[in-house]
């Protein structure tokens, strides 16, 4: 017994030693979601080089594909004259009540200016992402705090030595688990079928989930996480809400039309933008790229990306110029 508790001392002292600032959550979350972990552990490294944490960019897959933090950045910095670091926490799968919990987390300890949430249909659907959400709340430490008591939970929150093991259990989860979602660029997406045949891939979409992109109903759940979000505006921080584009030729197909899209899902998107008073920025149609500019219906190459990110960033800016987004800045 006197050896068992001499370890644990040891152990939290050396913890202690590798993670001296205290306020810091564990190196991992515990959650089986490998692409969350990997973009927790960037952050921390970000965070540890004393690199300032001033945006963060949220949502599934089609973020992460679409998005370049470092543009984006760019254009912020020069707008402001300041030097401007983004990070990228889009994971696939992720939906809003996925991105409440996460975005209450990053906000608490890294404390970022600037919060942009890149949404989509199959966002605010329980026809998607149930299993992100299981991954996520497979972790004890995010369950306790959302006020579920439990041993792990308390150890995770409070000893470094446990953030430790959490942080090697995330690690270990990432080479044993079976999970198949990851983000595009994490995945070998390039192969030898024509532009057609890879944006015609609306054939494999099950037909539940097609069912629900064409006549898209958004669940009470992923409000929820979207009022989470809304709400850490009170802690100084600016939250955007993003439009993420398709690709031009799948609107019948997949959404029954985009007139019946903008009536089910902007629309409703636009009432609660307007109610809660936060920038919504629409970016569809997206025409300023061609097709070759894309990996899949949803997600783009490198050179949509960079189409992409240059136009963000100028609506950003513009935001920025016209009052209607307000950064803070120290």
């Known amino acids: 017994m006197l050896i068992a508790i001499c370890l644990i001392v040891l152990g939290e002292g050396a913890a ?3 993670d001296s600032q205290r306020d810091r959550p ?16 960037d952050l921390r490294k970000a965070a540890r080089r004393s690199e300032s944490i001033d945006c963060v ?3 599934n897959s089609m973020v992460g594909s679409a998005i370049d933090a470092g543009i984006i950045e760019q254009a912020i910095g020069n707008e402001l004259g300041q030097a401007v670091n983004c990070y990228d926490l889009s994971a696939s799968g992720m939906t809003a009540s996925d991105v409440g919990i996460f975005g209450e987390i990053v906000v608490e300890f890294y404390k970022p200016s600037l919060i942009v949430y890149g949404i989509s249909a199959r966002d605010f659907s329980e026809a998607f992402g149930q299993d992100v959400d299981e991954a996520m709340l497979e972790s004890e430490w995010i369950r306790y705090r959302q006020g579920e008591p439990s041993p792990g939970g ?9 953030g430790q093991v959490l942080g090697l259990t995330s690690w270990l989860k990432y080479f044993s ?32 989930q097609l069912a629900a992109l064409k006549t898209p109903e958004v669940s009470a759940s ?36 985009y007139e019946n899209y903008a009536d089910r899902f902007l629309a409703p998107m636009d009432a609660y933008a307007e109610e809660n008073d936060v920038v919504f920025i629409h970016s569809t149609p997206f025409t300023l790229v061609d097709a070759e500019d894309w990996i899949d219906w949803e997600h783009m190459e490198k050179s949509g990306q960079r189409v992409f990110s240059e136009w963000l960033g100028e609506q950003i800016v513009d935001g920025i110029t016209e009052g209607k987004i307000e950064i803070p800045t120290d």
């Open 57 to 59: 960019f949220f949502g």
């Open 26 to 41: 564990p190196p991992g979350l515990g959650t089986n979601h490998p692409t969350v972990e990997e973009r927790w552990r």
């Open 222 to 257: 992923d409000i929820a996480g979207l009022d989470q979000l809304m709400a850490l505006r009170d802690q100084s921080v600016t939250v955007i809400l993003v439009e993420m584009p398709v690709y031009e030729g799948v609107w019948e197909p997949v959404f029954g039309g």
């Open 177 to 208: 688990t079976n999970w198949t979602h990851r983000d595009p660029e994490l995945l070998d997406l390039q192969d030898d079928r024509t532009v057609e045949e890879r944006l015609g891939v609306v054939n494999i979409i099950p037909g539940d």
């Open 154 to 162: 308390w150890l995770g929150h409070h000893s470094e030595a446990y």
């Open 16 to 18: 202690w030693l590798a």
